[in-house]
């Protein structure tokens, strides 16, 4: 059964407006009003001097198979299908805030929309994952990708646009996509690899045709997110680079920060308000992050907060907060499948070393996976909510 509560704010919302799958595209372009923001948790961890209660909350991949209500809307849906209905996207997108307490919704999508819009025919297989059937095999290839369509990404500034009117103000949209890296890794591989061979046959054999290839994906992942934001109403941007640690700091700074620096820049041009969280995974060390660091110096920085993994040193949390950029972090996902005791602890360990800034977010190091538990999740966040207080109560008192 779909969960009734949700639907009841979805279709709330869209008798107020009175959307129709007909009309949907029309008001969104002519209506860009959007509810007043009551919930600025996280909007305020990007402010240096905001008042704030507790941080705020919420998880990556948050939407997904470990819900129950998540498993019955997909029963009989093909992945990319549910994308591409804003009304289904939408309803997702939801769904784990009818069930938690969280601040944020990140919207139903995925990193490879994009590549499918540029080209790359994807499936999402049940039990492998994405599979691309037409993947970069030769150098000739890359010829074969293109520009999107500006029509195929339509449905994603559709899906944020209801979502933005349902949340009422009450929680902040974040939009998303893949890094250059990432969905470059994807599409020379065609699915979710151990090794990542063939990416570094191309990056390291094909260096110039490999730089083109993500250059590109950089140009056309900022219009999409610039776009999410002008033609969505998303809030905040969060860049997924997952497979950022297959590779080593000299050569992510080398080879991969260059492409990255033309997305960051082409979005921020438009959007310099719009906060922007970097996710490179495995590649939170030193030399990585003040490369980063290096890009916040200009009068627009170029990123405004990272998401850090469990394993982030102490050194590098001080470079982060001393440069006034926001922490976005960082518990082991693992720890979600021990016990209370556990939880507690680990929760009250991440936030007496992160939230010493108000520049804070607390999520997880990674996403959530079918095997979580839903009250384990519920568990987290209730411990992370209360802990948070109590810091904040603590600050206040000494
Ligand atoms: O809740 C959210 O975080 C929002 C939506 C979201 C999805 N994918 C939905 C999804 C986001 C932000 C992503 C990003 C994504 N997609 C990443 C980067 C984040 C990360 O996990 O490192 C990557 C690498 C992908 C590619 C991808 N998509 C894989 C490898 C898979 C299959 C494995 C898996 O995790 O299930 C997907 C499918 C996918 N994307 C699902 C969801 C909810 C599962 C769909 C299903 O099985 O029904």
Redesign the pocket.
């Known amino acids: 059964m779909d969960n009734p509560e949700t639907l009841k704010i979805l279709k709330e919302t869209i008798d107020k407006l009175k959307i129709t799958k007909e009309n949907l595209r029309e008001i969104r372009k002519t209506n860009q009003t959007f509810p007043r923001q009551t919930n600025t948790r996280l909007l305020d961890a990007f402010q240096s001097f905001a008042q704030f209660d507790r941080a705020p909350i919420w998880m ?6 470990y819900l129950p209500e ?1 498993k019955e809307i ?1 029963k009989n849906r093909d ?1 990319f299908d549910a994308c591409q209905d804003p009304f289904i996207a939408a309803e997702i ?1 939801l769904q ?1 805030l009818k069930q938690f307490e969280i601040d944020a919704a ?7 929309t994009l590549p499918k819009a540029m080209g790359m025919e994807i499936v ?1 297989d ?1 039990e492998k ?2 599979i691309i059937k037409n993947k970069l095999e030769t150098v000739d290839d890359i010829n074969r990708i293109k520009s999107p369509d500006p029509e195929s990404l339509e449905h994603v500034y559709d899906a944020l646009y209801l979502t933005r009117q349902a949340l009422q103000g009450k929680q902040t949209l974040i939009g ?1 996509c ?1 890094a250059p890296f ?1 969905v470059f890794s ?1 599409m020379v591989e065609g699915e ?1 690899s151990k090794m990542f061979l063939k990416t570094k046959k191309w990056l390291y054999q094909y260096t110039q045709e490999t730089r083109k290839v993500m250059d590109l994906i950089a140009r056309e992942s900022a219009q999409y997110l610039i776009n999410q934001v002008k033609e969505g109403g998303a809030q905040v941007i ?1 860049i ?1 680079d ?2 950022a640690g297959q590779i080593p700091p000299i050569d992510y700074i080398e080879f991969v920060i260059p492409s990255l620096r033309i997305l960051l820049e082409g979005f921020k041009q438009e959007c310099p308000n719009t906060p922007l969280i970097m996710f490179a ?1 495995d590649q939170n060390g030193v030399e990585v992050i003040l490369a980063f660091l290096k890009m916040c110096l200009g009068e627009t920085p170029l990123i405004d907060g990272f998401q850090l993994d469990s394993n982030v040193s102490d050194d590098v949390l001080i470079k982060i907060i001393e440069s006034d950029r926001t922490i976005q972090g960082n518990l082991e996902p693992g720890v979600l499948y021990g016990t209370q005791q556990i939880i507690k602890k680990r929760v009250s360990q991440m936030i007496e070393k992160l939230q010493t800034t108000r520049r804070y977010i607390m999520n997880l190091s ?2 959530l ?2 095997d979580h538990e839903v009250e384990k999740v519920r568990q987290f966040i209730q411990e992370s909510i209360r802990q948070s207080k109590l810091y904040k109560v603590r600050e206040i008192l000494e």
């Open positions: 990556m991949r948050q939407a997904g198979r998540f997909m992945f997108t784990p990140i919207i139903f999508s995925d990193i490879l999402m049940k994952g994405p998303f893949g990432t994807y979710t969060q997924f997952s497979f995974k990674h996403g996976t079918p």
